[in-house]
């Protein structure tokens, strides 16, 4: 396949969305002629892009404690990072490739990707597809993985909003339909543990800004136990009412206030890239599921593949 960089948008109504073939990167995000994404003007800058920016992440999003699991009575050693983890499928997970863009209308778009046996250090050959569909305001990924063999797989896209257009997150107004989350220690890999969110920082049952909810502004990492349900899993709103609604299948949900995010690449004119300047609401299962006993299990099998349906949809209200 060809290592040049492409590119569709897809339009529907006041909604614009760019989707670039390297990493299934939304590189902007429109609505009503306001950029709701974080995103770097040259679709090059994606080739190395430390904080994920706009990705499908995978093979298994966020973090697995020093990159090790078992599988089937076989010990698997992943790529670690700095923090002695494995993060985001490695350093050449799908987010790294050059996916396959197949233009589906004016509204659509499929991207197909490979990955071979002992890709990133995983097992099996796994075929992965990701179906964008923008209705109306609404923008919906269908994410597939068909392995030759059990594997595990756990997708997330990592776009970083801000409603605004620019400036704090801190001043939108979250709610989240999770009364759980899986706390974690300092390396941010969960200790195992899921706690009511109830009386802590991390309650969004009712919304509410994350300056109130966060006062000294220590930021967000980490992952909510999402209770189900038909409703939205997470809601976001900015100071004019500009509106994030987001509906998934998965059991989790990573919040992310970009504590670490710094301009690696030029932005898009206008937009600062820094801590609080996005946030990330993060579909997923949950981080290192492979090493923790009652986390929703993550393997998947020729008979059993893999799906996630994600919807996120930005309109004002």
């Known amino acids: 396949m060809t290592d040049t960089i492409t590119s569709h948008v897809l339009a529907d109504g006041d909604t614009a969305v760019t989707v670039l073939s390297l990493g299934c990167a939304v590189q902007d995000w429109q609505v009503a002629g306001r950029r709701v ?11 190395d892009n430390p904080r994920s920016m706009g990705i499908v992440v995978g093979r298994v999003a966020n ?12 010990d698997w050693q992943l790529p670690v990072g700095p923090g002695g983890h494995h993060l985001h499928g490695g350093p050449n997970g799908l987010g790294k490739r050059n996916w396959a863009l197949t233009p589906d209308g004016p509204r659509g778009a499929v991207l197909r ?8 250090g995983y097992p099996g050959a796994v075929d992965f597809e990701v179906r964008l569909t923008l209705d109306g305001s609404a923008l919906t990924w269908e994410m597939t993985a068909r392995p030759d063999r059990p594997t ?17 997150v801190r001043d939108h107004v979250l709610r989240l339909n999770a009364s759980r989350y899986t706390p974690a220690g300092p390396d941010l890999v969960p200790t195992g543990e899921v706690l009511p969110v109830t009386g802590s920082r991390y309650d969004f049952l009712a919304a509410r800004s994350l300056a109130e909810a966060d006062p000294q502004g220590a930021g967000y990492d980490l992952n909510f136990a999402l209770d189900g349900g038909t409703g939205p899993a997470a809601e976001l709103v900015a100071p004019d009412g500009m509106t994030l609604r987001l509906w998934t299948d998965q059991p989790g949900l990573q919040l992310y206030t970009s504590t670490s995010l710094a301009p690696f690449a030029q932005p898009w004119p206008g937009v600062a890239h820094g801590p609080w300047g996005g946030i990330c609401l993060e579909a997923q299962g949950f981080p290192n599921a492979l090493n923790t006993p009652g986390f ?3 393997v998947v099998t ?9 919807t996120i949809d930005i309109a004002p209200r």
């Open 296 to 298: 929703p299990p993550i």
């Open 63 to 74: 973090r697995t404690a020093q990159g090790r699991f078992t599988l089937d009575g076989t």
């Open 113 to 120: 990707l490979s990955s071979p046996h002992l890709d990133q």
């Open 152 to 168: 595990p797989v756990n997708l997330a896209q990592h776009l970083y909003f801000n409603l605004a257009g620019a400036g704090t």
């Open 302 to 310: 020729p008979d059993t593949p893999y799906r996630q349906v994600t």
């Open 37 to 47: 994404v974080l995103g770097y003007d040259d679709p090059e800058a994606y080739r």
